[in-house]
C-alpha cells in the first residue's frame, strides 16, 4: 500500500523545471542553442528566417531576419532559460531572461514575433501594443509564421485565399484551382511567392494568368 501511494504521490508531481545559461547561438527568432540545448522561446511566434513582410506602402521588407538580429541583440552576452517541457523537435520550451528582462516578452513587445495565442495567451497585452504602435510586423501586412511553414509544406492554403501566385521562368504567374499545373504547384513565401483571394488582386500585384 505505501508502494502504490508513493506512486500517485509521483504522478501526481509536475514535470521537474530545466534551466540553462550561457552565451547564446541564436538560430531565428524565437529558437537559440544554450549550452548545447535547443531552445524555442515559450509563448511567442516569430516570423521564419527569411520571412518577408510588407510596409504600409506595400513594400517588401526581411521581417525574418529582423527578428533574428532582435533576439540577438536582447540576449546580449548571457542568457538564462527556464521550462519543464519540450516540443516535438526535442527543444526545451522555456522563458529566457537576460539582463533582467523577460526576452519572450520583449521580442512580441518590439514588434519582432507575435504572442503565440495557440498556445498562450502571456504575451498578449504586449502583442496589442505593439499592434497599435506599428511596431514591427505590424507596420504593415504580416502572414503569421505557423502560415508561412504550413505553405511552404504545401500544406493549406491561407483561409478562402486559394489562387496560388507562382514565381517561375516565366515569370509571376497566377493558378487558379482547377488549372491543370494547380495541384502541382507549390507556393514558398520565402520565394516571394504568395496566395491570393481574387484574380483581381494577383493582377494588381503584377501577377499574370497561366495557361491551361
Known amino acids: 500500500m505505501l508502494r502504490i501511494c508513493s506512486l500517485l504521490v509521483l504522478m501526481a508531481l509536475p514535470a521537474a523545471a530545466s534551466t540553462v545559461t550561457g552565451v547564446p547561438r541564436i538560430v531565428d527568432g524565437d529558437t537559440l542553442v544554450v549550452q548545447n540545448t535547443r531552445v524555442r522561446l515559450f509563448g511567442i511566434d516569430a516570423p521564419e528566417a527569411k520571412q518577408r513582410c510588407e510596409t504600409a506602402t506595400g513594400a517588401a521588407w526581411a521581417c525574418g531576419m529582423a527578428a533574428t538580429a532582435t533576439l540577438r541583440a536582447l540576449v546580449g552576452q548571457g542568457v538564462r532559460c527556464s521550462g519543464s517541457e519540450e516540443d516535438r523537435y526535442g527543444r526545451l520550451i522555456a522563458v529566457c531572461r537576460a539582463g533582467g528582462r523577460d526576452v519572450n516578452a520583449e521580442m512580441v513587445a518590439r514588434g519582432a514575433a507575435f504572442a503565440y495565442r495557440k498556445y498562450s495567451r502571456d504575451y498578449v497585452v504586449q502583442e496589442e501594443r505593439a499592434r497599435r504602435a506599428g511596431l514591427g510586423i505590424w507596420q504593415g501586412a504580416a502572414e503569421r509564421p505557423a502560415q508561412v511553414r504550413a505553405e511552404s509544406n504545401g500544406q493549406a492554403a491561407p483561409g478562402t485565399c486559394t489562387i496560388k501566385g507562382n514565381i517561375s521562368g516565366r515569370g509571376k504567374l497566377y493558378h487558379l484551382p482547377g488549372m491543370r499545373s494547380y495541384a502541382a504547384t507549390r507556393i514558398s513565401t520565402?520565394?516571394?511567392?504568395?496566395?491570393?483571394?481574387?484574380?483581381?488582386?494577383?493582377?494588381?500585384?503584377?501577377?499574370?494568368?497561366?495557361?491551361?
Not at 520565394?191 to 501577377?207: H, I, N, S
Request: charged share 40%; net charge positive.
Open 190 to 212: 520565402r520565394k516571394g511567392e504568395r496566395w491570393f483571394c481574387t484574380e483581381a488582386e494577383a493582377k494588381a500585384a503584377g501577377w499574370r494568368r497561366a495557361g491551361g
